[in-house]
């Protein structure tokens, strides 16, 4: 019996096709949003397996099941903040809340009045998540939003509509008690800034360094009473290429050379997309360690999104350099900087 070269084809693509099912495309089977209601206290938005980053959207300052900074059944974006916790029960991080808007600068984030703050509206059909990215569009200003991350880098792009004004505002006193914190514009794209909080944790420290991908033209700050040092920043930016702005942000809980360092080392281009393909690769590889044979849909989401929150935590807490704060709050230097699963 002859065969035919294409039936030889079809059989080879056909087996190809049935492998890649098998190896690949684990995360189309997790949805981050499971948790994010009733009492789960998890996040939505982008981190890379155990690591220093959880970029996520913030829709609850306080309460037992904000724990997270953001609950499914709220319809409220405050900002986008670089650190959260998950499934804790017990409300911590949220550390430095980015938000971008239009129009006037405006530092009330409207949680007393949603009439009149920075925070917006959003629409859940407009909300869409899968490990390493999270996109939204916010109602107020017409906005989209993008996040993905670094394993230090919180990576932001922000789409604005044609012919308004792109601002975004930076906000310290987001969340839990401020005790220490700085904030300041170093270059026409460069901002700096530490805040040493208590929530949870009776002293946590974060420092941060800020790229945007175009110049600032203008920017207010925003002092408490009887404060020298501002806790809240604007920025306006007049020249974007395509109405995008994208922003990185390096953390650290060293300094903020530390934060600059990691942001060098992990996010040296502007590329979006490729950050986000590459931490989405990341995800493939560590959601591969298990193949479940189950052809049941349902099952595989239920695994595979329980698989991808047992590798949020415990995070990477050291910089590139191998320098970490200990719990002592002194700073030491691990011997391998470096993290694997």
């Not at 899968?130 to 993905?148: E, F, H, R, S, W």
């Not at 941060?208 to 806790?231: C, G, H, K, V, W």
């Not at 942001?263 to 281009?269: D, R």
């Not at 991808?308 to 719990?327: C, E, K, L, Q, W």
Request: with cysteine.
């Amino acid at each position: 019996m002859k065969i035919s070269n294409g039936f030889i084809i079809l059989l080879f693509a056909i087996i190809f096709f049935n492998s890649c099912d098998n190896t690949v495309n684990k995360i189309k089977w997790v949805d981050p949003f499971i948790g994010t209601g009733g009492h789960g206290y998890t996040f939505p938005g982008p981190t890379a397996p155990f690591g220093m980053v959880q970029l996520s959207p913030d829709t609850r300052i306080e309460g037992w099941d904000g724990c997270s900074g953001y609950h499914f059944s709220d319809s409220i974006i405050y900002g986008f903040s670089h650190t959260h916790l998950s499934g804790t029960g017990v409300g911590d991080y949220c550390d430095l809340l980015l938000m971008p808007t239009s129009g006037r600068f405006c530092f009330n984030n409207g949680y007393k009045d949603s009439s009149n703050g920075y925070g917006s509206s959003f629409k859940k059909s407009n909300e869409w998540s899968k490990p390493g990215i999270y996109q939204v569009l916010l109602d107020k200003d017409n906005i989209k939003v993008a996040l993905t991350t670094t394993d230090r880098v919180g990576i932001h792009r922000y789409s604005y509509s044609s012919n308004d004004t792109a601002n975004v505002i930076i906000d310290l006193e987001h969340r839990d008690q401020l005790l220490n914190w700085s904030l300041e514009q170093i270059s026409s794209n460069e901002i700096i800034g530490h805040r040493v909080s208590k929530s949870w944790a009776d002293q946590q420290h974060f420092y941060f360094y800020m790229q945007t991908s175009s110049s600032i033209d203008a920017s207010e700050l925003f002092y408490r009473e009887d404060n020298t040092e501002p806790t809240k920043m604007a920025l306006r930016f007049a020249q974007l290429e395509n109405n995008e702005l994208t922003v990185k942000v390096g953390i650290s809980s060293v300094s903020v050379q530390g934060a600059k360092n990691n942001l060098i080392h992990e996010a040296p281009h502007w590329d979006f997309d490729l950050y986000k393909d590459l931490l989405q690769q990341k995800w493939e590889s560590a959601l591969s360690k298990i193949e479940l044979k189950d052809s049941s849909k349902s099952n595989k989401t239920i695994f595979y999104t329980a698989l991808y929150h047992s590798m949020i935590a415990p995070n990477m807490f050291n910089d590139v350099d191998g320098s970490y704060r200990g719990t002592d709050l002194k700073v030491h230097s691990a011997q391998d900087s470096t993290y694997t699963i």
